[in-house]
Nanobody, 119 residues
Framework: VQLVESGGGLVQAGGSLSLSCAATGDTVCISHMGWYRQAPAKERELVATITSGAGTNYADSVKGRFTISRDNAKNTVYLQMSSLKPEDTAVYYC??????????????WGQGTQVTVSS
């Protein structure tokens, strides 16, 4: 599975941005897709995930401001970000998870896209 992200960039606080991530390759295995982010000197953290059945999960810090969605036919996941804050500044990574025969998951990652929110 290969993940290609697009979107991101520079925006003022209070503004909006959209990210998208298209999966190619052996996409039939994908169950969850999602977004994680990593700010400088911090660990990578979950932003939001979505299952193939459109079940969603959000980090508390983005609830009510970010919306994740998924187009299964296009193998694409989206992240609509609004009311952005400077603390949302990070590299955002697309993630896709495929279950293994051992009951675990294998994670695939995109290359990352920078989101910068100026105050």
């Amino acid at each position: 599975v290969q993940l290609v992200e697009s979107g991101g960039g520079l925006v003022q606080a209070g503004g909006s941005l959209s990210l998208s991530c298209a999966a190619t390759g052996d996409t039939v295995c994908i169950s969850h897709m999602g977004w994680y982010r990593q700010a400088p000197a911090k660990e990578r953290e979950l932003v939001a995930t979505i299952t193939s059945g459109a079940g969603t999960n959000y980090a508390d810090s983005v609830k009510g401001r970010f919306t994740i969605s998924r187009d299964n036919a296009k193998n694409t996941v989206y992240l609509q970000m609004s009311s952005l804050k400077p603390e949302d500044t990070a590299v955002y990574y697309c993630n896709a998870r495929c279950p293994t025969a051992w009951g675990t998951f294998f994670n695939y990652w995109g290359q990352g896209t920078q989101v910068t929110v100026s105050s």
